[in-house]
C-alpha cells in the first residue's frame, strides 16, 4: 500500500540538460515505502544518476536544464525546499567520492554536516564515532583523508551521511570503489539501516552482489525510461542480459541462444618482439611511505614482461595503487629501484616515462580538464608531437572502443560518471603507450561496455602488456593471463588465474569473494582448461 505520505513518491519527473539535446529522463513515476531497498539498474549514461539528482535536489539547483514533475518527500514538494533541510531527509552518497570529500582529516569529513547544523560538539563526536563503528573502520578515523585509497574513501563519505540520520539514503554506485568483502559488509549495513524504517534506493551495475541482500524491489532503466519495475524474480526475464550483469548461470542459459563470441587474438603487437628480451618494467627491492613512520610498500620484487595481462587484486588500503603509481613514476621509492625499459625512475621525467606506460587515474576528476571529449583526447598525442593526421585517427579509433564516437564535442565533466571514465580510458588509448595501465577500469560501467572495450583494448596492437587494478573477480578471471595479489603492502600472490583464484582460503585473507562465474569455472576446468566468460561457457 502506497500514498502521498509514504517516504518518497517521485511523480511524473523529466529533465533535460541545459547544454545537451534530448531529456535525460522522460516521465519517471514511482514510489517507496519505509524499509525499503529499491536497487536502480541499467546501462551507463540511462539517466539512473539524473534521477538520483532530481530526488537530493541538485538538479535544478546545481545542474541547469528543463524539468517537469514532481518529487515529494514525507507528502511535501521539495522543489522550494533549501539544499541544507533536503540533506537532513535525504543522504546521498556520489559515485566519486572524490567529489564529495571536503575535510582534511576523516574525523572533520564525517563531522561536516553535523558542523554545519550548529550541533553540541559531544552529539558531533559521538554520532561520528557511532557511524565510524557502524562500517567498521574506526581504525581510520585520524587519517588523511588524501591518502586514503579509494574505497577507504567510499566508505568515509558513507559514514559522513549515516551521521546525518537521514530518513532515505540515495546511494549511486556505492560498491564500485570497494574490495568484494567490504562491499559484502557495505550491503549488510544497508540493509540493517533497512530494516530499521530507512528507505534506501540503489544505484548499482554489481547487481549479482545487491541481490544477496534481497532488495524489495528493482527498477530497471533504459534511455531515460523505466522498462520494468518489481520484484527482483522477474528482473532476468525483462533486461539485456548484456547491459545488466546476472549470475553466471543465468547468462549461460541466455548465451546458448546466441551465437558463440569471437575468439580474440590477446596484444598482436606481442608477436616477433620476443618475450625472452629484458622485462619492460622491473621493481627491485621496492619500499614507500607516504608519511615517514607508516610504510605502504615492503620490499616488492617482480618484472612485468611482453605480452602480459595482469590484475592486480587486492583489499582497499593494501597498496595496489601505490604500486602501480611507481610504474608510472608519480611517486618514487624510498628505497629499491623501478627500472622502465631499463631506465631508473628517479632519472625520468613523468612525461618521458609516459611514452612507455600510459595510466588511468581512478578518479576521471582527476584528468579531464578541456572543453570537449575530442580536445581531451588529441592532448596526449599532440604533446607527444604525433603527426596530425596520425591525431585524428587515434581520436577516433579510441572514441569508437569505449562506445563514445557520438559524444565528440561534448564536454566531458558533463558526461555521467560512468562515461567520463571510459573517456579518460580513451584518452590514454589515442597516446599509444606501450604499456597500458588502468585503475579500476570498470568503475561506473555497465556489462556491455566494459566486455566490449576490454575485448577491443586487448587487441590493440600498439600494446605490448597490460596492467589493471580491480576489485571485480570476474574481470581478472576472463581477461587476465596473470595475476598479482597484493595485501598490506606486500606481493602475496604472483601466477595464473587458474593457480591463484582456486585457494579460496586465500581469497578469504585478502578480503575477495568467490563469485557465481568463478564457482562454475572452477567446476568446469577440467573440460575447459582455462577460465572464460560466462558467454564462452555457454558454448563449451
Known sequence: MT???????????????????????????FTVNAGEVLLIAGASGCGKTTLVRCINGLIPRSYKGEMSGKVLVLGEDVQDWKLSQISQKIGTVLQDPERQILGTKV??????????????????????DEALNFLKIQHLRDRETFNLSGGEKQKVALAGVLAMRPSILLLDEPLASLDPASAQESLDAVRMLADTGMTV?????????????????????????VRYLGEVAGLSKVVNYHEVKLPAE????????????????????VAGKGAGKEALVKFQDVTFGYESEREVLHGINLEINRGDVIAILGPNGAGKTTFVKHAIGLLKPKSGKVLVDGRDTREASVAEI???????????SHMLFAPTVHEELSFGPLNMKHPKEQIELEVKEALKIVNLSEKENDPPLALSFGQQK???????????????????PTAGQDYQNYMNFMNSILQLPSFEAILFITHDVDLALIFANRILMVNDGRLVADGTPQDVLRDFDRLKANRLVPTSLLALNIKRLSTTGRFMSAEALAHT
Open 354 to 364: 609516459a611514452r612507455t606506460l600510459g595510466y588511468v587515474f581512478q578518479s576521471p
Open 250 to 269: 543465468d547468462i549461460v542459459e541466455r548465451a546458448k541462444r546466441e551465437p558463440a563470441p569471437v575468439e580474440i587474438n590477446v596484444l598482436p603487437g
Open 3 to 29: 500514498s502521498a505520505t509514504s517516504p518518497l513518491v517521485v511523480d511524473n519527473l523529466s529533465f533535460r540538460y541545459r547544454d545537451r539535446q534530448g531529456a535525460a529522463i522522460h516521465n519517471i513515476s
Open 107 to 128: 574525523v572533520t569529513e564525517v563531522a561536516f554536516g553535523l558542523e554545519n547544523l550548529g550541533m553540541p560538539r559531544d552529539e558531533i563526536f559521538s554520532r561520528v
Open 422 to 440: 571510459r573517456v579518460s580510458i580513451a584518452a590514454i588509448l589515442a597516446m599509444r603507450s606501450k604499456i597500458l595501465v588502468m585503475d579500476e
Open 201 to 225: 534506493l540503489m544505484v548499482e551495475h554489481r547487481v549479482e552482489d545487491v541481490l544477496r541482500i534481497k532488495p524489495e524491489r528493482v527498477m530497471f532503466i533504459s534511455e531515460g525510461e
